[in-house]
């Protein structure tokens, strides 16, 4: 734990709050703990969007149709980014209750070369933008970026993984993100106290040199500390841009928003990463919003002005990125991830009202993907928050929800979600990304003696062929087993590399920053294609599967004679076979070593890169033929979950969390007429199944609420819905955004018309 400032204690920002261990070190969540007021009621409280509100808003979404027509609005682009690199900008500067803008103009994208400057340029190039000459000579001559020190380093057997797709979407020509810096400690301490205590941390180990750790590592530890305090000294004065002095504790709830969005527009200023979480506020600013009602400084239209305010800032965060990355991560997506509700580890829930009135900003302001709203949810919440959370679904389907019943008991209850699934404790755990690998074309591996199926490439290691081309279940899965030994170590290895170099020329100072110096570390894995390889190992269990090859072997197609059982149908024959590929891949990537001992974690989650992955794929044994789309996440393949809206939950809720602590994704969708009659039937229906599924050990659900000819229409009139939003694999996007072939793939999923 880290000390806070003796004299911190005394502050007068803190008047009113009761005190505890947060007043003698750095413990935002026993300051929650101690004063947050938990909320039982319902929505009737809520106010709705001011005059003012509705005019920003609309100033920002005036820009919206020039941006989506374009694909960036501006560029920044011969300023490298950092804490300090632009001049103040602003919407409307006399409107704005939260100031802060990333560059000098709202939805202006900076450029961050630290990250790899082929990205950069590529990007530039892209959108129309100049290319620095002086840039390029500096980041390509005397400026070494993480994109170059991973290409230094990555293997030949690497490279030729990466390049044949069964390790792709890797973060080495991107920023790996899903670190959540506890931007609360910006309003609780201010910037000075947290200077303080970082200069501490590194005095210790400036006392010692070894220690418990190898020396090494206490000089890179020293290094990082020194520029983390460096980067606290940055946002003071970035803050100070904005007339601001925030070396202190925030007096007010009209601080504490502004504060904490300081902390986290410094991060985004600073960083590109894939996902920039935002954490868990919204308790945490209630306390500061509550003590103001209570005593009159505010209203409750004020305190809701000020949440929307502060989304609004939230939804036009913006990163330049390259068309490659498009392609994985689709729709312009930042995941700003608000965790939200869930229960305390004392039995009290941690829902306020302002966890309402976060929700209600998808009224104030429409619905929209960013903040990627999160609900902790359980069983135990309060009823009134639960409908509210149910009826926001059916209207907006811009919510996901995680199991707080799985994660409380492994991470305690200041648990937020980064990026889409993944559960860390906030300032006390981050994570080393790491994308996912095949495992559908890790089987087609299997038939092919290693032989990448669409290439013809040995890439993986040389195994016999299957004795006939009427595939066996026993010797398939064994031949798949050594592929699947040879990709855990090759995955590892380059994530090794990757992180290796991120800390090195792309590291997080900021963020890290607002984390405690001991945090543990998570490698955090993953695999797509599991329904896939699932379907197909389960067609050549229970039916006849024939490999029909080419002149040199390589198996092109399949045929298929009988049935087989399909995952996703609640049918332990099928689900049975995912559970044991999820087990075996996480034993698998354990036995190999990893960069700062990070402990090995693995997701099932695809984000909509699963339309990629089916690109770089072949023709399966489960009847899926080349190049069509994965299911995405944890989902069964589209079309094949015939038997409702909760058997294919069900199914998805076996997989073991235990072995996919880095989550596992469920996207559903179901008709509102599928969910019941009549408005309220839908909304008890809803928080029913939500339920039902956490109940069951299920983590992870994305609910759509839609019938499939409103996305038609709006495929064919993306002018009548500029805020429509659908949930996808671990996150939410505004559907007109995505590719003419990513709504195709939306609208092929599976749509229930009954639970």
Same mark, same amino acid.
């Given at each position: 734990?880290?000390?806070?400032?003796?004299?911190?204690?005394?502050?007068?920002?803190?008047?009113?709050?009761?005190?505890?261990?947060?007043?003698?070190?750095?413990?935002?969540?026993?300051?929650?703990?101690?004063?947050?007021?938990?909320?039982?009621?319902?929505?009737?409280?809520?106010?709705?969007?001011?005059?003012?509100?509705?005019?920003?808003?609309?100033?920002?979404?005036?820009?919206?149709?020039?941006?989506?027509?374009?694909?960036?609005?501006?560029?920044?682009?011969?300023?490298?980014?950092?804490?300090?690199?632009?001049?103040?900008?602003?919407?409307?500067?006399?409107?704005?209750?939260?100031?802060?803008?990333?560059?000098?103009?709202?939805?202006?994208?900076?450029?961050?070369?630290?990250?790899?400057?082929?990205?950069?340029?590529?990007?530039?190039?892209?959108?129309?933008?100049?290319?620095?000459?002086?840039?390029?000579?500096?980041?390509?001559?005397?400026?070494?970026?993480?994109?170059?020190?991973?290409?230094?380093?990555?293997?030949?057997?690497?490279?030729?993984?990466?390049?044949?797709?069964?390790?792709?979407?890797?973060?080495?020509?991107?920023?790996?993100?899903?670190?959540?810096?506890?931007?609360?400690?910006?309003?609780?301490?201010? +910037?000075?106290? $947290?200077?303080?205590?970082?200069?501490?941390?590194?005095? #210790?180990? *400036?006392? %010692?040199? &070894? =220690?418990?750790? /190898?020396?090494?590592?206490?000089?890179?530890?020293?290094?990082?500390?020194?520029?983390?305090?460096?980067?606290?000294?940055?946002?003071?004065?970035?803050?100070?841009?904005?007339?601001?002095?925030?070396?202190?504790?925030?007096?007010?709830?009209?601080?504490?928003?502004?504060?904490?969005?300081?902390?986290?527009?410094?991060?985004?200023?600073?960083?590109?990463?894939?996902?920039?979480?935002?954490?868990?506020?919204?308790?945490?600013?209630?306390?500061?919003?509550?003590?103001?009602?209570?005593?009159?400084?505010?209203?409750?239209?004020?305190?809701?002005?000020?949440?929307?305010?502060? +989304?609004?800032? $939230?939804?036009?965060?913006?990163?330049?990125?390259?068309? #490659?990355? *498009?392609? %994985?991560? &689709? =729709?312009?997506? /930042?995941?700003?991830?608000?965790?939200?509700?869930?229960?305390?580890?004392?039995?009290?829930?941690?829902?306020?009202?302002?966890?309402?009135?976060?929700?209600?900003?998808?009224?104030?302001?429409?619905?929209?993907?960013?903040?990627?709203?999160?609900?902790?949810?359980?069983?135990?919440?309060?009823?009134?928050?639960?409908?509210?959370?149910?009826?926001?679904?059916?209207?907006?389907?811009?919510?996901?929800?995680?199991?707080?019943?799985?994660?409380?008991?492994?991470?305690?209850?200041?648990?937020?979600?980064?990026?889409?699934?993944?559960?860390?404790?906030?300032?006390?755990?981050?994570?080393?990304?790491?994308?996912?690998?095949?495992?559908?074309?890790?089987?087609?591996?299997?038939?092919?003696?290693?032989?990448?199926?669409?290439?013809?490439?040995?890439?993986?290691?040389?195994?016999?062929?299957?004795?006939?081309?009427?595939?066996?279940?026993?010797?398939?899965?064994?031949?798949?087993?050594?592929?699947?030994?040879?990709?855990?170590?090759?995955?590892?290895?380059?994530?090794?590399?990757?992180?290796?170099?991120?800390?090195?020329?792309?590291?997080?100072?900021?963020?890290?920053?607002?984390?405690?110096?001991?945090?543990?570390?998570?490698?955090?894995?993953?695999?797509?294609?599991?329904?896939?390889?699932?379907?197909?190992?389960?067609?050549?269990?229970?039916?006849?599967?024939?490999?029909?090859?080419?002149?040199?072997?390589?198996?092109?197609?399949?045929?298929?004679?009988?049935?087989?059982?399909?995952?996703?149908?609640?049918?332990?024959?099928?689900?049975?076979?995912?559970?044991?590929?999820?087990?075996?891949?996480?034993?698998?990537?354990?036995?190999?070593?990893?960069?700062?001992?990070?402990?090995?974690?693995?997701?099932?989650?695809?984000?909509?890169?699963?339309?990629?992955?089916?690109?770089?794929?072949?023709?399966?044994?489960?009847?899926?033929?080349?190049?069509?789309?994965?299911?995405?996440?944890?989902?069964?393949?589209?079309?094949?979950?015939?038997?409702?809206?909760?058997?294919?939950?069900?199914?998805?809720?076996?997989?073991?969390?235990?072995?996919?602590?880095?989550?596992?994704?469920?996207?559903?969708?179901?008709?509102?007429?599928?969910?019941?009659?009549t408005p309220e039937e839908r909304v008890t229906n809803l928080a029913g199944v939500l339920d039902g599924y956490m109940a069951s050990n299920g983590f992870h659900m994305n609910v759509n609420v839609l019938n499939r000819d409103t996305l038609l229409d709006a495929m064919e009139h993306p002018e009548k819905y500029p805020q429509l939003t659908i949930r996808v694999s671990g996150y939410a996007v505004n559907f007109v955004r995505l590719t003419r072939e990513q709504q195709t793939d939306v609208l092929n999923r599976t749509f229930h018309g009954t639970l």
């Amino acid at each position: 734990m880290t000390t806070a400032p003796a004299n911190a204690a005394v502050n007068s920002a803190w008047d009113g709050f009761k005190g505890g261990l947060w007043r003698d070190t750095i413990d935002v969540r026993d300051f929650i703990q101690r004063n947050y007021t938990p909320y039982e009621g319902d929505a009737s409280f809520l106010a709705g969007p001011t005059a003012r509100t509705t005019a920003l808003w609309q100033s920002v979404a005036d820009r919206f149709p020039e941006e989506r027509a374009k694909g960036v609005l501006d560029v920044s682009h011969d300023v490298p980014s950092t804490i300090t690199a632009h001049a103040p900008g602003w919407i409307d500067r006399d409107a704005e209750l939260i100031v802060g803008l990333q560059t000098d103009a709202p939805l202006k994208r900076a450029i961050m070369p630290n990250g790899g400057w082929r990205m950069v340029a590529g990007a530039l190039e892209t959108y129309g933008y100049p290319v620095s000459a002086q840039l390029e000579k500096v980041f390509t001559e005397y400026r070494k970026t993480h994109n170059a020190g991973v290409f230094d380093a990555y293997t030949d057997e690497i490279r030729a993984a990466r390049k044949a797709g069964i390790v792709t979407g890797l973060p080495d020509a991107y920023g790996r993100g899903r670190i959540i810096g506890d931007y609360r400690r910006v309003p609780l301490y201010g +910037v000075d106290a $947290l200077i303080a205590a970082k200069q501490r941390e590194k005095e #210790e180990l *400036d006392a %010692l040199p &070894s =220690g418990a750790r /190898t020396l090494e590592e206490t000089i890179r530890l020293r290094e990082e500390l020194a520029e983390q305090i460096r980067a606290l000294g940055e946002l003071k004065q970035m803050a100070a841009s904005y007339g601001h002095d925030i070396a202190g504790p925030a007096a007010t709830a009209h601080e504490a928003v502004q504060w904490l969005y300081f902390a986290y527009l410094a991060a985004v200023k600073e960083q590109n990463g894939a996902a920039m979480s935002l954490g868990r506020t919204s308790t945490f600013l209630d306390v500061y919003l509550q003590r103001d009602l209570d005593a009159g400084r505010i209203t409750e239209e004020r305190a809701q002005e000020l949440v929307d305010d502060f +989304v609004i800032k $939230l939804r036009i965060v913006r990163f330049l990125r390259t068309p #490659e990355y *498009d392609e %994985l991560f &689709s =729709g312009d997506p /930042t995941w700003v991830t608000e965790s939200i509700g869930g229960m305390g580890e004392d039995g009290r829930t941690l829902v306020t009202k302002t966890s309402f009135r976060y929700l209600r900003t998808l009224y104030n302001l429409g619905p929209a993907p960013e903040p990627n709203m999160t609900v902790l949810w359980s069983p135990s919440l309060p009823r009134g928050f639960k409908e509210y959370c149910a009826k926001v679904s059916i209207d907006t389907s811009s919510v996901q929800y995680e199991s707080d019943e799985l994660m409380r008991p492994r991470f305690g209850d200041d648990t937020a979600i980064a990026c889409c699934v993944s559960a860390m404790p906030v300032g006390r755990q981050m994570q080393f990304f790491g994308a996912r690998v095949n495992l559908a074309k890790a089987l087609l591996y299997a038939v092919n003696g290693g032989r990448d199926e669409r290439s013809g490439a040995q890439v993986g290691p040389r195994t016999p062929l299957p004795t006939s081309d009427t595939l066996s279940y026993d010797e398939v899965r064994s031949r798949f087993d050594a592929q699947l030994d040879w990709l855990a170590r090759v995955y590892v290895h380059a994530l090794n590399v990757i992180h290796y170099m991120h800390d090195k020329y792309a590291y997080e100072r900021l963020e890290m920053a607002l984390h405690d110096r001991d945090v543990h570390r998570t490698m955090a894995c993953g695999i797509a294609g599991l329904s896939v390889a699932t379907d197909s190992l389960s067609a050549i269990r229970h039916a006849k599967v024939t490999a029909v090859r080419d002149d040199t072997g390589l198996a092109r197609d399949f045929t298929i004679e009988g049935d087989y059982p399909a995952y996703g149908n609640n049918d332990a024959r099928a689900d049975d076979i995912a559970v044991e590929l999820v087990r075996d891949f996480m034993a698998k990537l354990r036995t190999h070593e990893t960069y700062r001992n990070a402990e090995h974690t693995q997701s099932v989650l695809t984000i909509t890169s699963n339309v990629v992955y089916g690109k770089k794929t072949g023709t399966t044994p489960d009847g899926r033929r080349a190049g069509e789309p994965f299911a995405p996440g944890a989902n069964p393949m589209n079309g094949r979950d015939r038997h409702g809206y909760v058997a294919s939950a069900l199914s998805v809720a076996k997989l073991p969390y235990g072995e996919a602590e880095d989550g596992i994704s469920l996207t559903h969708t179901i008709t509102p007429d599928g969910l019941g009659r009549t408005p309220e039937e839908r909304v008890t229906n809803l928080a029913g199944v939500l339920d039902g599924y956490m109940a069951s050990n299920g983590f992870h659900m994305n609910v759509n609420v839609l019938n499939r000819d409103t996305l038609l229409d709006a495929m064919e009139h993306p002018e009548k819905y500029p805020q429509l939003t659908i949930r996808v694999s671990g996150y939410a996007v505004n559907f007109v955004r995505l590719t003419r072939e990513q709504q195709t793939d939306v609208l092929n999923r599976t749509f229930h018309g009954t639970l």
